[in-house]
């Protein structure tokens, strides 16, 4: 309950006895004097009841308006969280029945209270107050760019929660009014939270991409564009191994700042296709973010796994065929998980060459195993050529077959039309 001397002036300021026109302007001062003279135990109750007061039938929404204006302002002011939060979210709900009539004044509220969660670091509860903002609407006319921003700001606030979802629906509302923003600190903006998400649904490649281009951006701080480009290597480095990560990992490992950045030996490794230690990927883990550290399906991580698929390419440069159990020594695993990894490889086409279960040898496509093109074609024609070979040579074999079943019958026609009974 508000403090005594604050009911009094309420009460008087109700009453019929004040002339309408004073009105205005004793809630004015009233407020200046609950900001001057509260405690701060009383702060949040006084101004809850001068909301109360305000919002009743004492005043018109006209004459109301430009207290609530003032009554934000302070509100913004409050060094308190709490007092800002509590008051904030109270204000919201007495707004609530007749926002039409408050929209500016309910949206200021609301970018106060994100503000204040956002400190807190409450990033889900400030995103769902940017949530009831009214940015369609008929009362007033919102620029295309206050709502890209606002989008964005919500899609940075659940990127904070790693809630990938929410923030990629709201980043798909900024896409679709991107063009008509100029502001290339927004536009810059929607490349960096863009290029999160990417990281976060482990699509590693696209996301090494789009850092990459952000870490290219000359109206970024020199310490961001290392960050930037920081975050394109480690994604390169865990994306897949294929032909499309050399080229990416070739972007990359030509940018001249590379050079001088922690990843950069990794990096070199991994576009020179020279085997990774152990070691070398424990310091690497350190760096990774929890997303980049969960394990998939086979239960082995994300980094793990690339690194296995890029020592078996790196393999592959330097064997023209090894055993199963001897490429399982080289990966760190047995030989039945080495032949999985490689299959799985050769079928997606990221590796030329073949598998011999017989044997449990692997044949590599010659000393460049990798998935390129030019040499899946040659492999494909290579392999081509091996299984016609092969079916001549069964068709061959069979009409042999039928030669001498033939010649065997115009020779001794009784056994033919008799046969010997076991």
């Not at 430009?66 to 939060?85: F, K, N, T």
């Amino acid at each position: 309950m508000a403090s005594p001397v604050v009911l009094s002036r309420i009460v008087q300021l109700e009453s019929p006895i004040t002339p309408i026109t004073d009105k205005p302007a004793v809630y004015q001062n009233l407020l200046q004097q609950i900001i001057a003279d509260s405690s701060p135990d009383d702060l949040t109750k006084n101004l809850c009841a001068f909301i109360d007061s305000v919002l009743g039938d004492t005043l018109g929404i006209v004459a109301a308006r430009p207290l609530i204006g003032a009554y934000v302002e302070v509100l913004r002011g409050l060094p308190s969280l709490d007092v800002r939060i509590e008051s904030g979210r109270y204000t919201l709900d007495a707004l609530q029945s007749r926002v039409v009539s408050f929209e500016e004044q309910d949206a200021s509220i609301r970018e106060i209270l994100a503000d204040a969660f956002q400190e807190q670091e409450d990033y889900v509860e400030a995103a769902k107050i940017l949530q009831g903002l009214q940015l369609e609407s008929s009362q007033r006319k919102v620029p295309d760019e206050v709502k890209v921003r606002t989008w964005i700001r919500i899609c940075r606030l659940y990127l904070e929660e790693d809630d990938t979802t929410s923030a990629e629906s709201y980043l798909n509302r900024a896409k679709n009014l991107l063009y008509k923003v100029e502001d290339k600190e927004l536009n810059l903006m929607f490349q960096l939270s863009q290029a999160r998400i990417l990281d976060s649904r482990r699509k590693f490649l696209e996301a090494s991409q789009a850092y990459h281009v952000f870490s290219l951006s000359l109206a970024l701080a020199e310490e961001e564009r290392a960050f930037a480009l920081s975050k394109a290597i480690i994604c390169a480095v865990l994306a897949p191994a294929g032909p499309q990560r050399s080229r990416a990992l070739g972007k990359l490992f030509k940018d001249e700042r590379a050079v001088q950045l922690d990843e950069f030996g990794i990096l070199e490794k991994m576009f020179l296709d020279r085997l990774i230690s152990t070691q070398e990927v424990t310091n690497f883990a350190k760096k990774l973010a929890p997303h980049q550290l969960a394990q998939t399906a086979d239960g082995s991580t994300v980094l793990a796994k690339a690194v296995i698929e890029h020592n078996l390419l790196g393999t592959s440069r330097l064997y023209n065929n090894i055993s199963v159990v001897e490429l399982g020594n080289l990966l760190g695993l047995d030989a039945a998980k080495s032949e999985e990894y490689a299959a799985r490889m050769l079928e997606q086409m990221r590796l030329v060459g073949r598998i011999d279960q017989i044997d449990g040898v692997i044949f590599f496509g010659g000393q460049d195993g990798s998935g390129d093109k030019g040499t899946i074609n040659q492999a494909n024609k290579a392999t081509d050529h091996g299984v016609r070979r092969w079916d001549r040579n069964v068709q061959g074999l069979a009409e042999d077959v039928e030669r001498v079943s033939s010649f065997l019958q115009s020779i001794y026609p009784v056994h033919t039309k008799h046969p010997i009974q076991a």
